[in-house]
């Protein structure tokens, strides 16, 4: 098969080295791509949003299966846009990607079919947005509509805090409505399932790291670092999502004429009153990507074909029973200001560490050096016989890596670590 991949952080270049592996492949491609990307896939100058470009590439290289890695281009239409001439294509359309592009279109899905999440209400109002958080308090949860790379959601702590951030989550919003909603208790999950139509094939689980810093401190980010699997999410958590959450919003997806095809990332709080869902997103998460692709036994290329050609019920997919962890070194500022164009090297000693593979999130090639392109710089993954062998990998891959501009958070996997341990 001749493949073109879409993207270019760290969770594509997970993606393409996955897919390099695959006996199906005969050529990938990936646009824009990076550095770490390049080392398994043919880079080309395409740019993803000159959707008759894309077409046009396809078309010249016949390719097989184009593999959407972000969020931006399947809200943009995308696939559709690839469906329409006859192109096959991992990622869902524009209309069930709404899932992860409007906070209210999933909010009111989720109360239209008594799919369990958090108590909300959805106000083009500021008025009403003061007035609900006056009579709710603190903590509570503002997000603003559409993409904003993970940035669009402000958990309050107080009042206070809650009634500054109405301007920003306005302005994010722009014409859509505000979703203010309750601030649930409990741990958190992340949940991967293929889906086509009504077909689920379930994957497995993981736990992002959203805040910046060591203890869960600082601004929310893209995610700082992850493990698989999370031990908080059970065989019994996994049974009432899957049929509470996961199944009822195919079903309504294919039922409203517009199926779901693609993965399906299910962000979960496993509350004391069970799993509620706090968001959908349309693509792998990231950094969640990077470890779900060490634990994946079987073949990547196989089940995103089977997913794009509706034959999930006949597919099944096996994990390591080991456990896979990244952490993210990202460029100091991050997720506020940053500089770009520091000297990043070591990756090739780092690479050399037992069960560990560092994933370029925001590299290029500047000359003959490697340097920093974004917030999120490396994705250090290693892969272990407990949670404890993995980070000891992970951070060991670190400390050879020379990047004195770049930072990271040590406590990586410690809830996971503190259950080993039995505290």
């Given at each position: ?11 594509e ?29 043919e880079?080309v ?61 999933t ?43 993970g ?10 805090e ?37 077909q ?26 992850a ?16 049929e ?6 195919a ?14 990332y ?36 196989t089940?995103m ?5 509706g ?27 940053y ?49 404890t062998?993995?980070r ?32």
């Open positions: 098969m001749n493949v073109l991949l879409i993207g270019s952080g760290g969770r270049h997970a993606m393409s080295w996955k897919i390099a592996a695959s006996p199906l492949l005969s050529k990938l491609y990936a646009a824009p791509g990076n550095p770490g990307i390049a080392e398994d896939a880079i100058p395409l740019k993803v949003e000159d959707q008759t470009a894309v077409i046009a590439f396809c078309k010249e290289k016949k390719i097989d299966l184009v593999v959407i890695g972000p969020e931006a281009p399947l809200t943009a239409g995308l696939a559709d846009a690839l469906l329409a001439a006859q192109i096959k294509v991992f990622g869902p359309q524009k209309i069930p990607a709404t899932l992860e592009g409007s906070k209210s279109f909010k009111r899905l989720c109360a239209e079919h008594n799919i369990p999440t958090a108590a909300f209400i959805e106000t083009k109002s500021r008025e009403e947005a003061r007035a609900h958080i006056e009579k709710h308090g603190a903590p509570i949860v503002l997000k603003a509509d559409g993409l904003h790379a940035k669009g959601v402000i958990v309050a702590m107080t009042k206070k809650a009634l500054m951030a109405l301007d920003q989550v306005f302005a994010m919003s722009g014409d859509a409505p505000v979703v203010i909603e309750e601030f649930l208790e409990g741990e958190e999950a992340s949940y991967f399932c293929f889906v086509h139509g009504e689920v094939l379930p994957l497995t689980s993981a736990q992002d790291h959203k805040r910046v810093f060591d203890n869960d401190q600082g601004p929310n980010t893209g995610g700082m670092g493990y698989s699997p999370a031990p908080v999410f059970t065989k019994e958590v996994e049974k009432e999502v899957l509470k959450i996961v199944r009822p919003t079903r309504a997806l294919s039922l409203a004429g517009t199926p779901y095809s693609g993965v399906l299910i962000g979960l709080m496993i509350t004391k009153d069970g799993p509620k869902l706090i968001e959908y997103n349309v693509r792998f998460g990231d950094p969640e990507c990077q470890v779900l692709m060490l634990r994946m036994v079987d073949d990547l290329l089940l074909l089977a997913t794009a050609n034959e999930l019920d006949k597919s099944s997919v096996r994990w390591r029973d080991q456990v896979a962890i990244t952490v993210v070194y990202a460029n100091k500022g991050y997720p506020g200001a500089k770009s164009g520091s000297e990043v090297r070591g990756i090739e000693k780092a690479n050399l560490v037992d069960g560990t593979i560092v994933f370029h999130a925001g590299t290029k090639k500047d000359g003959g050096k490697l340097t920093a392109n974004g917030g999120r710089v490396l994705n250090v993954t290693s892969i272990g016989e407990t949670v062998e993995a000891e990998r992970a951070y060991q891959a670190i400390e050879l890596i020379d990047w004195p501009e770049g930072f990271y958070r040590s406590d990586i996997g410690w809830r996971a670590i503190a259950r080993e341990k039995g505290k």
